[in-house]
Structure formats: C-alpha cells, structure tokens
C-alpha cells in the first residue's frame, strides 16, 4: 500500500480540490479583468463632427476617429 491508499486518498483529494478552486477562482477573476463591453458609435460623413460625441443624435464625422 502507498501512502496515499492507507489515508484513503483524503489528502490527495483535499489538495487537489483546493487546486481546483484556485484554478476556478483565478480563471472568474482574469474573465472579470478582460471583460469588454461592447459600444454602438454612429458615423454620418455629411453631417457628422469629430467632436460630437458618437451617439446617434451627434453622430462622428470619419470611422477612424472612433478608434
């Protein structure tokens, strides 16, 4: 018998259920850093301006200017 088969294999499980919980944790954590949220920007090449705001009532005046 090993070790781990007289200790019923509870150390093993305990650690590798802390692993896991870390490894969940760590991964919910990095998906709230990344999360991006997604904006609706208007462009209207006749009446838009640069320095309106991008909403639909002040649309922007060229596309590259919304990056």
Do not use: C, H
Request: zero cysteines; aromatic letters at 12%; proline letters at 4%.
């Amino acid at each position: 018998m090993t070790f781990l088969q007289d200790m019923n294999g509870t150390i093993f499980t305990e650690k590798s259920n802390m692993i896991k919980s870390a490894t969940f944790s760590l991964l919910f954590f990095v998906m709230e850093l990344l999360w991006i949220k997604s904006e609706q920007l208007y462009v209207d090449p006749r009446t838009g301006n640069d320095t309106n705001s991008g909403m639909k009532p002040q649309p922007l005046n060229i596309l590259s200017n919304v990056f």
